[in-house]
């Protein structure tokens, strides 16, 4: 599965994003995806996730309320929609995927457990 994360860019505090993942190579459905962070001087952390069916959610307990997870299989895409940003959510925003399967449900917050990874995409919030 290749993997390409777009939709970043400076925003304002208080305003809105969209970033999307765009899969190609194997049918999107069989994976659950996940969307992770890596703002500068911190570690990569888990923001949010979604199951192949698109029928399960799960968030970071920071973002819960402001980030929605969301995917369209039928275009091979997910999406992640942030509302009002803070300066805190400035990152390199990355979606990954791994087979969805019970061993992946149990631990979609590890990056270790993601197996193909797009390439970022820079997301800058503005005070």
């Known amino acids: 599965v290749q993997l390409q994360a777009s939709g970043g860019g400076l925003v304002q505090a208080g305003g809105s994003l969209r970033l999307s993942c765009a899969a190609s190579?194997?049918?999107?459905?069989?994976?659950?995806i996940g969307w992770f962070r890596q703002a500068p001087g911190k570690e990569r952390e888990f923001v949010a996730a979604v199951t192949g069916s698109g029928r399960t959610t799960y968030y970071e307990d920071s973002v819960k309320g402001r980030f929605a997870i969301t995917r369209e299989n039928a275009e091979n895409t997910v999406y992640l929609q942030i509302n009002s940003m803070k300066p805190d959510d400035t990152a390199v925003y990355y979606c990954?995927?791994?087979?969805?399967?019970?061993?992946?449900?149990?631990?979609?917050?590890?990056?270790?457990?993601?197996?193909?990874w797009g390439q970022g995409t820079l997301v800058t919030v503005s005070s």
């Open positions: 190579g194997r049918a999107l459905s069989k994976y659950g």
């Open positions: 990954a995927a791994n087979l969805d399967t019970i061993d992946w449900r149990a631990r979609y917050r590890r990056s270790s457990n993601y197996d193909y």
